[in-house]
């Protein structure tokens, strides 16, 4: 089974809500990511979890708060977001090589963020 | 930094054409090499992978091989479908860190 699950599907949001995406996956991967995509660019990273800890953030404004409760799930937290952060927000997971690295990473379907 | 350049799209292509889409890297390392496809609406798939120098992956008719000495993996189908329809992107990693190329749009038709 190598499926990552996002909730919700969709989200429309005004400025001022606060809201929350979820990430799961249940194929023992210890490293979780979150990434933003806009329309016809490619993904771009914004956190990535490592054993449960946040390992890298890559500047990304305090509006949005990463949380990690346990090894499969993933959780965005939003508050005071802006137009431009509507986007398809993409959840993925990857498991460590006896190497050491991170090998492929698998992708959930994406929330598809609106902020009104 | 690293870094991944795709051939620029979009391509169209009739069912039944030959298929290749470029894909060169740039890297101070041995990453491992990807192409995933995203199709409209969805996250990415993972479509085939390469970790190290004339590796070839392969998956769904689909085929690419790490190419150190010209820093290229680029993707190649015999035969397309309609259903081969979707952005493809080129990426690397040699850790946590994954770099995409910019993507190029597929569409076949009937």
């Known amino acids: 089974d190598t499926e990552v699950t996002q909730t919700p599907k969709h989200l429309v949001m005004g400025m001022t809500n606060k809201k929350s995406l979820k990430c799961e996956q249940h194929?023992?991967?210890?490293?979780m990511y979150w990434y933003k995509q806009k329309a016809k660019k490619p993904p771009e990273l914004m956190f990535v979890?490592?054993?449960?800890?946040?390992?890298i953030n890559e500047s990304v404004p305090s509006r949005f708060s990463p949380e990690c409760p346990n090894s499969s799930l993933l959780n965005l937290h939003l508050h005071a977001l802006q137009p431009e952060d509507s986007a398809l927000y993409l959840c993925?997971?990857?498991?460590?090589?006896?190497?050491?690295?991170?090998?492929?990473?698998?992708f959930g379907p994406g929330t598809r963020l609106t902020v009104t | 930094g690293d870094s991944v350049t795709q051939m620029e799209g979009p391509v169209t292509l009739s069912e039944e054409a030959f298929l290749t889409i470029n894909c060169t890297y740039t890297?101070?390392?041995?990453?491992?090499l990807f192409w995933y496809v995203q199709y409209p609406g969805e996250g990415l798939q993972l479509l085939l992978k390469?970790?190290?120098?004339?590796d070839k992956g392969s998956n769904k008719g689909f085929e690419a091989t790490y190419r150190k000495e010209t820093t290229s993996f680029h993707l190649e189908k015999g035969s397309v479908q309609v259903s081969d329809s979707a952005v493809y992107f080129c990426?690397?990693?040699?850790?946590?860190?994954?770099?995409f190329g910019a993507g190029t749009r597929l569409t076949v038709k009937p």
């Open positions: 993925a997971s990857s498991s460590r090589t006896s190497g050491g690295n991170y090998y492929e990473q698998y």
């Open positions: 990426a690397l990693s040699d850790g946590y860190d994954m770099r």
């Open positions: 890297a101070t390392g041995y990453p491992s």
């Open positions: 979890y490592s054993y449960e800890k946040l390992s």
């Open positions: 194929m023992g991967h210890r490293a």
């Open positions: 390469a970790t190290k120098a004339d």
